[in-house]
């Protein structure tokens, strides 16, 4: 993980109090890329999907007394708006009376009470709502993120925006910017900032230097073999990062200590996330990349793609072994990659970091989530192809770089 942020009806009451979560009809399926090996073990994978989905490491006291999210949820979020900045329902979660509701209209997606009964079901992708009855009304008392929130979506099989979860895909839709702009307790100057990031951006440094140079949120599927799983490669496992975000980003109770950058952060008195950070991983890694749909590629043009990669275009240089990375067995320097320089003449990305250097990305499942590179500058496949030629000096023909292309959507 490298980045974190931040639908009242009789009818869902109802739902809430009465009906159990159930899943939607089988139209609401969508493509699970868990994948539980003979070398895992099942009980640990199912603990980390717990904790991947629904623990907060108690960051409600940073989302909640800090920037008191729940407050602006309760007056101002509404489902529409939430689904507009990218938040995400969980199909599966929603009782049959919502569903009909929903269909049906006489759920009021445009009133923030809805919203409150969505996270009293339990039904917002990555947040977690306390409701409890004040004055005989449902009030949202207190709320956190987990790591879900920027690492998962989908499928849309129900809605836009509504469906059955997707683990590990990330949420390229969501604007953690502007969703801590929402915050009350946000300066204007630091709002301006986060409300600039738009869609799928977040920076994972700038509480801490104060640079604006929003990094795109990565997948966290395709992870089981790579060591370096962050673009910069600053920690030797999944847990690395997991301890930098569920502490230093997402506000959980714990600590996180990086002489090489300087940091040093321990929120709480009690440590709600070193015991998890083993099942946490267990289950990322057991998120496989998911294989690119049937006709989304031209396989002949795929096949004449692959002997570009391996010949003329170089890419198997860096790009090497079955997870198309060589991240672990190298870094590269800035000097090397072609990502750089970064937007409106913001410092590198990996002078912010830990090795100053960057990993290769691994390829598999690359074909889900545009844009590309660290910072999100190529918006297309096309555009990283004919990024790496011409800086690369590649001299590639058209076609072989159209072919190219296909070769990476197949992967």
């Not at 009809?25 to 003979?38: E, F, I, M, P, Q």
């Not at 007056?75 to 969980?90: C, I, R």
Request: net charge neutral; hydrophobic share 35%.
């Amino acid at each position: 993980m490298e980045y974190s942020g931040s639908l009242g009806t009789a009818c869902i009451k109802l739902a809430c109090g009465s009906l159990s979560i159930v899943a939607l009809l089988s139209s609401c399926g969508g493509n699970d890329t868990a994948a539980v090996t003979a070398s895992q073990d099942p009980v640990l994978v199912a603990q980390g999907r717990q904790i991947f989905r629904f623990d907060t490491f108690s960051d409600e006291t940073f989302w909640t007394d800090t920037l008191r999210m729940h407050d602006v949820i309760s007056a101002a979020v509404d489902p529409v708006t939430a689904l507009s900045v990218g938040l995400k329902v969980d199909a599966e979660a929603l009782p049959p009376a919502v569903v009909q509701g929903i269909q049906n209209g006489s759920i009021d997606l445009k009133s923030p009470e809805t919203t409150v009964a969505l996270l009293k079901l339990n039904a917002v992708v990555g947040l977690q709502g306390k409701v409890e009855a004040v004055n005989g009304k449902d009030t949202l008392t207190r709320v956190g993120i987990t790591c879900a929130l920027c690492h998962s979506t989908v499928d849309n099989s129900f809605a836009s925006g509504i469906g059955k979860r997707l683990d590990g895909w990330p949420n390229r839709d969501l604007n953690p910017g502007a969703i801590i702009a929402l915050s009350p307790a946000i300066s204007a100057e630091k709002k301006a900032v986060y409300n600039s990031w738009g869609k799928g951006k977040y920076d994972p440094r700038f509480n801490f230097d104060g640079i604006n140079g929003p990094q795109v949120i990565p997948p966290a599927f395709g992870l089981s073999n790579i060591h370096r799983i962050t673009s910069t490669g600053d920690g030797n496992d999944i847990a690395y990062w997991n301890r930098y975000v569920s502490v230093t980003q997402m506000g959980g109770h714990g600590t996180f200590s990086e002489p090489r950058t300087g940091i040093n952060v321990t929120n709480g008195t009690d440590d709600q996330v070193t015991s998890k950070l083993a099942p946490l991983q267990a289950y990322q890694r057991s998120l496989t990349a998911p294989p690119p749909a049937a006709g989304s590629f031209d396989p002949v043009a795929a096949q004449r793609g692959r002997l570009v990669f391996n010949g003329a275009g170089k890419c198997i240089t860096c790009h090497s072994g079955p997870e198309f990375t060589d991240a672990n067995l190298q870094l590269h320097f800035p000097s090397e990659v072609v990502s750089e320089p970064e937007p409106n003449g913001v410092p590198s990305y990996a002078s912010r970091s830990a090795t100053k250097m960057y990993r290769t990305a691994p390829l598999r499942g690359i074909w889900q989530h545009p844009p590309y590179f660290h910072n999100g500058t190529a918006a297309t496949l096309e555009d990283v192809v004919r990024t790496y030629n011409t800086k690369k000096s590649l001299q590639l023909t058209d076609a072989e770089m159209a072919d190219l292309v296909q070769y990476l959507k197949s992967l």
